[in-house]
Each structure stands twice: as structure tokens, then as C-alpha cells.
T-cell receptor, first 113, second 111 residues
Framework: EPEVTQTPSHQVTQMGQEVILRCVPI?????FYWYRQILGQKVEFLVS????????KSEIFDDQFSVERPDGSNFTLKIRSTKLEDSAMYFC???????????FGNGTRLTVT | DAKTTQPPSMDCAEGRAANLPCNHS???????VYWYRQIHSQGPQYIIH???NNETNEMASLIITEDRKSSTLILPHATLRDTAVYYC????????????FGTGTRLQVTL
């Protein structure tokens, strides 16, 4: 069964550095999402992306964050100037259609030191 | 998106049916009920979704009341591997129809 793939599984970075989290959505999917989950807290929506542009973003998704689909397969989340509070699991998801289920990857654990 | 209410935790004996309730009294007519689960810190896993009718797939059954104000997820024969946090989500009809996760029900399946 096709799945959403995220790399790396664990990323450690120093405060103030930039990180790029990578995702390969399921190949025929058109809608892409990023979520995050701080340890012990809820899964939080960050951003949705369709037709090469952001469809919706949350208050968390400020100027520090950006998303890109640089080619036909990858979907990336860039975090500029990381802060300690950016430490979390980041999940990528994709869906084939607007009303279809989201399928999630197994996440990247980001640790900011 | 309509708010959902779930019990924080439930126990179930292995082999028995697990019935997980969810209240969504403010659901709108065109909003779907989705169920996901999260095992440890893995990515949320899609289970099932429905609008009005009861639904069944290889993982579970979803029973939605006639007034659509509540639903029940049924795992017919729970196993230890079903121990997880289960999320009931009412999905809105916005541009990209994001999912909004609550705190869910922590299901513990025991021997």
C-alpha cells in the first residue's frame, strides 16, 4: 500500500539554525498538509497546500515557516531561525481529493538545542 | 468545524468489541465524521469516515445516530495492537478541509 514518506526521522539542530523537513506524498495525491505535535500535546494543523499555493495556514505558521513543492514528488517544510519551542514531531499528510481521507507519514522528530 | 467530545480513556479486554463514543451535537449537514488513531508517537492513522449512513471497512464500523449528533466507532475484536489514542473529528468544508485534532480517547486493550 502506498504511504507518505518523511525524512529524516530525527533531526537535531541548534537554536537559530534553519532546517528543512522533507516529505514524499502518495504519488497521485493533490492536497498536502503539515502538522506538528509537541510532546504530550495535541496534533496541531500548520498549513495546507494545493495547486502550488497555500490553501490555509494556522496562527502557528508565521513568517518563520515556509512550504514548497520543488518538484513533482517532494513537499518540504522550512523552519528559519529555529527556537527551542519548535521542538516537536512534524507530520506530513496528503490526500487524493478535497473530501478524501488524509494519509499521514510517521513524522520527523525535531529537537532544537 | 464542529466540536467533538470523547471520554479521555477506556479499557477493553482483548478479543472483545471496543465501542468508542463521540458527541458532535453542533455538526452541520455537510460535515463528515472521521476517525483516526495514533499509536505512540507514530503518525495518525486513518480508520473510517461517514456522513449519515453506517460504514464498515476491514478495520472498524462506524455507527452514526439518525440526528447525527453522536457516533460510535466499533473495533469488533480488539487486540493489544489496537491500544492507541482514538480521535473523532468532524471535518469542515473549507478550501482544503483540514482535520482538527482534539485530545481523543486513550484506549487500553488488556489481556
Amino acid at each position: 500500500e502506498p504511504e507518505v514518506t518523511q525524512t529524516p526521522s530525527h533531526q537535531v539542530t541548534q537554536m537559530g539554525q534553519e532546517v528543512i523537513l522533507r516529505c514524499v506524498p502518495i504519488s497521485n495525491h493533490l492536497y498536502f498538509y503539515w502538522y506538528r505535535q509537541i510532546l504530550g500535546q495535541k496534533v496541531e494543523f500548520l498549513v495546507s497546500f494545493y495547486n502550488n499555493e497555500i490553501s490555509e495556514k494556522s496562527e502557528i505558521f508565521d513568517d518563520q515557516f515556509s512550504v514548497e513543492r520543488p518538484d513533482g514528488s517532494n513537499f518540504t517544510l522550512k523552519i528559519r531561525s529555529t527556537k527551542l519551542e519548535d521542538s516537536a514531531m512534524y507530520f506530513c499528510a496528503s490526500s487524493v481529493g478535497l473530501r478524501e481521507p488524509l494519509h499521514f507519514g510517521n513524522g520527523t522528530r525535531l529537537t532544537v538545542t | 468545524d464542529a466540536k467533538t467530545t470523547q471520554p479521555p480513556s477506556m479499557d477493553c479486554a482483548e478479543g472483545r468489541a471496543a465501542n468508542l463514543p463521540c458527541n458532535h451535537s453542533t455538526i452541520s449537514g455537510n460535515e463528515y465524521v472521521y476517525w483516526y488513531r495514533q499509536i505512540h508517537s507514530q503518525g495518525p492513522q486513518y480508520i473510517i469516515h461517514g456522513l449519515k449512513n453506517n460504514e464498515t471497512n476491514e478495520m472498524a464500523s462506524l455507527i452514526i445516530t439518525e440526528d447525527r449528533k453522536s457516533s460510535t466507532l466499533i473495533l469488533p475484536h480488539a487486540t493489544l495492537r489496537d491500544t492507541a489514542v482514538y480521535y473523532c473529528i468532524v471535518r469542515g468544508t473549507g478550501t482544503a478541509s483540514k482535520l482538527t485534532f482534539g485530545t481523543g480517547t486513550r484506549l487500553q486493550v488488556t489481556l
